[in-house]
């Protein structure tokens, strides 16, 4: 347990999950990636022995392709897209527990908020990227860009 939060546990916990969840390979990548798309982004929040959120912000192509992997089905299938904000929030969901757990170790008691996933510009996006207090930038294979945050 470290009570020390570094672009590192995050970038770690996030190529995890995608692995395990979505099956998408990622690996560090540094701010100067572009975005390819719109970016849609989730946060939810964390209360106990430390209060705060933690963002997952990735291009509507990301998202479906989280959806589809979830679900089983192709990427351009119309459930993928209309299931999008859901799977990003799905991510982030298990990424939060896995961080609170790493960050704090597993006797915590933190409460974790419910997602709340929108659509937002990349301007907005780097916005609150540049402002966290640690973040940190993956790609995947296909050079897209996901980022995690801490606000």
């Excluded at 589809?68 to 799905?90: K, Y």
Aim: net charge negative; hydrophobic share 40%.
């Amino acid at each position: 347990m470290t009570n020390t939060v570094d672009s590192e546990m995050l970038t770690e916990i996030v190529s995890e999950v995608l692995e395990e969840a979505a099956f998408i390979f990622t690996e560090t990548a540094d701010e100067t990636l572009n975005w390819n798309d719109d970016v849609v982004e989730s946060t939810i929040t964390y209360e106990g022995q430390e209060n705060g959120k933690l963002s997952l912000a990735v291009d509507n192509e990301m998202a479906r392709n989280f959806a589809a992997n979830l679900l089983g089905i192709e990427p351009d299938d119309p459930a993928a897209a209309s299931r999008s904000e859901e799977a990003v929030s799905e991510m982030l969901n298990i990424v939060c527990g896995i961080f609170v757990e790493r960050w704090l170790g597993k006797t915590n008691h933190c409460r974790l908020g419910i997602p709340s996933t929108k659509a937002i510009s990349i301007d907005e996006e780097l916005s609150h990227f540049r402002s966290a207090k640690c973040n940190a930038v993956l790609e995947d294979e296909e050079g897209k860009r996901i980022d995690i945050y801490v606000r």
